[in-house]
């Protein structure tokens, strides 16, 4: 199970950070990602990386702006946000998936949250 938090109302310009908890004693994905979708976009890839974190990957719009990290002892995402825009509102969905690689489409994670709210005021 992936319960997300931290998301809420912000003026463009500012900061959120998000987290999420990968809770279940035997749930230990390899990969975790952030995923956002709004009415117009369908589950659009944030960023993702392994374990270790040696492996990370940003989609362009977002890449210089937002940092991922991975507290693997806590089972825990977190995605740092800075300098939103107004095209960054939408909703964020942490995901994950034990296979031993880090993909970018939503047919790469088999694990879902049920989302977090980011909303961007200009």
């Known amino acids: 199970q992936l319960d997300e938090s931290g998301g809420g109302l912000v003026q463009a310009g500012g900061s959120l950070r998000l987290s999420c908890v990968a809770s279940?004693?035997?749930?230990?994905?390899?990969?975790m990602a952030w995923f956002r979708q709004t009415p117009e976009i369908e589950r659009e890839f944030v960023s993702a990386?392994?374990?270790?974190?040696?492996?990370?990957y940003y989609s362009d719009s977002v890449k210089g702006r937002f940092t991922i990290s991975r507290d693997s002892a806590k089972n825990t995402l977190n995605l740092q946000m800075n300098d939103l825009k107004p095209e960054d509102a939408a909703k964020y969905f942490c995901a994950g998936d034990r296979r031993l690689r880090v993909g970018q489409s939503y047919h790469d994670f088999n694990y879902w949250g049920r989302g977090t709210q980011v909303t961007v005021s200009s």
């Open positions: 279940g004693q035997t749930f230990t994905p390899y990969a």
């Open positions: 990386n392994d374990w270790s974190g040696a492996i990370t």
